[in-house]
T-cell receptor, first 114, second 113 residues
Framework: AQSVTQLGSHVSVSEGALVLLRCNYS??????LFWYVQYPNQGLQLLLK??????LVKGINGFEAEFKKSETSFHLTKPSAHMSDAAEYFC????????????FGTGTRLQVTL | DTGVSQDPRHKITKRGQNVTFRCDPI?????LYWYRQTLGQGPEFLTY????????KSRLLSDRFSAERPKGSFSTLEIQRTEQGDSAMYLC???????????FGPGTRLLVL
């Protein structure tokens, strides 16, 4: 069964500091990986996705993630945090043959302080 | 492209009552998914449709839950005899065929008293 682990349920950074949100997945076949962001009382918005090809993926709002097969990781980064980045972030995985249903991690709440 | 819409956004009901939620996907998307998200957790898959056919249901979907997509457009999710454990955010998503991005609606937050 596919699974996703997000290390750190809460991460706090200062405005302007590096953001690093961790995601590890378990897989016996090549995964498709996603990062979504959720603002309070809203649905999920796609930040970026990895399917095939280039392992460094750039997304919206200055976020990027790198697929590392050897480490089974897909960590999300942003060089400089902004107050508007404060939200809940979810990593998700799917695989060929799973009808594209997504398996999500438990989420990481990002707090950005002045 | 008006995005995925869900109605209502909020629902408060008493235990034992039936509730129905509606999801309108992006118009050209033939796949439609329902997820449930409880407090502090990530969304969990409930069921999905390709056009009007319901192709998979999670074990999370008890007999009290039923979903339909009668004309391959909008979908409804009904919960019969609600229980307090049904309190959650119910999310709908739609996509083009397999492995394309899922676009989520704003969700329906259900509170069962």
């Amino acid at each position: 069964a596919q699974s996703v682990t997000q290390l750190g349920s809460h991460v706090s950074v200062s405005e302007g500091a590096l953001v690093l949100l961790r995601c590890n997945y378990s897989s016996s076949v090549p995964p498709y990986l996603f990062w979504y962001v959720q603002y309070p009382n809203q649905g999920l918005q796609l930040l970026l996705k990895y399917t095939t090809g280039a392992t460094l993926v750039k997304g919206i709002n200055g976020f990027e993630a790198e697929f590392k097969k050897s480490e089974t990781s897909f960590h999300l980064t942003k060089p400089s945090a902004h107050m508007s980045d404060a939200a809940e972030y979810f990593c998700a995985v799917t695989y060929t043959g799973t009808a594209s249903k997504l398996t999500f991690g438990t989420g990481t709440r990002l707090q950005v302080t002045l | 492209d008006t995005g995925v819409s869900q109605d209502p956004r909020h629902k408060i009901t008493k235990r034992g009552q039936n509730v129905t939620f509606r999801c309108d996907p992006i118009s050209e998307h033939n796949r439609l998914y329902w997820y449930r998200q409880t407090l502090g957790q990530g969304p969990e898959f409930l069921t999905y449709f390709q056009n009007e056919a319901q192709l998979e249901k999670s074990r999370l979907l008890s007999d009290r839950f039923s979903a339909e997509r009668p004309k391959g457009s909008f979908s409804t999710l009904e919960i019969q005899r609600t229980e307090q454990g049904d309190s959650a955010m119910y999310l709908c998503a739609s996509s083009l065929p397999i492995l394309e991005t899922q676009y989520f609606g704003p969700g329906t937050r259900l509170l069962v008293l």
